[in-house]
C-alpha cells in the first residue's frame, strides 16, 4: 500500500491545500494533536486524508509502519485500521477529511 506522500511538494500553502483535497472529494477541516498523544487502530468507513502541517508523527496503516512530517500526506483507504502517535514537543497540526459519500 503506497499511503505516504509529499503534499510541500505540489502546494506551498495550507489554503492551496485545503482547496485541492476539496477539489478531490474531501471535507478538509484543521485538526490537532496533543504532544505525546495516541489515536490507536481507528477506523472509518471513508476514505480519509491526513496531510502535516507542522510537527511528527508515528503512524500505522494497515499493516505498514512510518513517520510522518510537515509537509507529508497520508492517504487511509476506508474501513483500514490506522494509529497516529504524536511525537513532537509541539502539537502535531493536520489538514484531514473525510471523502463526501
Given at each position: 500500500m503506497n499511503?505516504?506522500?509529499r503534499w ?10 485545503k482547496q ?10 484543521e ?6 498523544g495516541a ?5 472509518h468507513?471513508q476514505d480519509?486524508?491526513v496531510c502535516?502541517?507542522s ?7 494497515a499493516?505498514?509502519q ?6 507529508d500526506r497520508m ?10 502517535t504524536v511525537?513532537?514537543?509541539?502539537p502535531?497540526?493536520?489538514l484531514?477529511g473525510?471523502?463526501s459519500?
Open positions: 499511503w505516504k506522500s510541500l511538494e505540489q502546494h506551498t500553502d495550507a489554503d492551496a491545500l485541492q483535497l476539496q477539489s478531490e472529494g474531501f471535507n478538509a477541516y485538526w490537532t494533536g496533543r504532544p505525546g489515536y490507536l487502530d481507528y477506523i468507513a480519509e486524508v502535516v502541517l510537527g511528527t508523527a508515528d503512524v500505522k496503516v499493516d505498514e512510518g513517520t510522518v512530517e510537515s509537509g492517504d487511509v483507504p476506508a474501513n483500514t485500521y490506522h494509529s497516529i511525537t513532537s514537543k509541539e502535531l497540526v493536520v484531514t473525510m471523502r459519500t
